[in-house]
């Protein structure tokens, strides 16, 4: 699912747009994912240590690794109604794309030191990052110069369709067989097939490619919430959930603020950002099915429940609340006309 999410998102995006912004894309997506998962990791292990005493550090610093990547396809969706700067958008679009693998490979750091699967020195954790990051990404472009390279030839909407499935499908798995990062790996292979495509492939072929995963990003989305709401109604249910949730939404977004704040005052060094960029990025950072996916990657003994239970309200809340006000927030901010 994480694989088709991330390329849909991706292929929406101009690789233009994103090199313009690319310091300031780069900087939000490592510094905020990183500070963003131990503020959050930190504050759920004050609360939930005050609500329950079964939870422990490493655990806490997993649902920050999991809910602090913001949703591509969520983000996407609503920048396209709400006005803001071009630059900005591009920052939040690019963000939320490259994050996601970020947020992935420190989520499968934490994963191996819980279980004891993966490095446990920093060395160990360091080499690891960089051969999943690296690796993710060269392979993407590789697959997606391949993939680019068959579709420029292909005549028929169904072999092209087919062509963007077996990228999908058969880089992620074989990027995953090769122990380098297939989430990026995707987002690399979505960015370059989407921006080239845009001047070597058809309108037709264009057309046929966004539609098909326009659409295939709508129904694994609703696949996710349908999931972990089966989840949800098969585990017990206690009110320590509902006042984790209470908890965890405030903390999320003040965590967000922070990991948005600190690099957003480099970034200002080299590149203007407009006054209120760090509250629009703040409440821009949308929460989806990726976060969801990977809560439902919990293995048991990891207080899968409970965590199951904070990153669905977290989401809901993400999704309803923040998604439906973007639009007032931008005309705020950045005095943009209602349309």
Known sequence: VLGFLLFAGALRLDINDLLAEKWSVLTLAFASTCLSTILIGLLAYAFLGFLTHHVSLLQCLLFGALISPTDPVAVLATLQNVGAPKALSSQLAGESLLNDGIGIVLFLVLFGLATGAGPTSPSGVVLFFLIEFVGGAIFGLAAGYAAHWMLKRANDHIVEILVSLALVTGGYALADNLHISAPIAMVVAGLLVGSRGRFS????????????????????NAVLF??????ILAMTFHALYLWAIVMAIPAVLLSRFASVAVPASVIRIFHQLPPRAVRFLTWGGLRGGLAIAMALSLPGGTNRSLFLAVTYGVVVFSVLVQGSTMAFFARKSFAVPRG
């Open 226 to 231: 349908v999931l972990i709401g089966l989840e």
């Open 201 to 220: 492939l058809s309108a037709g072929t264009r057309g046929n490619l966004e539609t098909f995963w326009e659409l295939i990003d709508g129904i694994l």
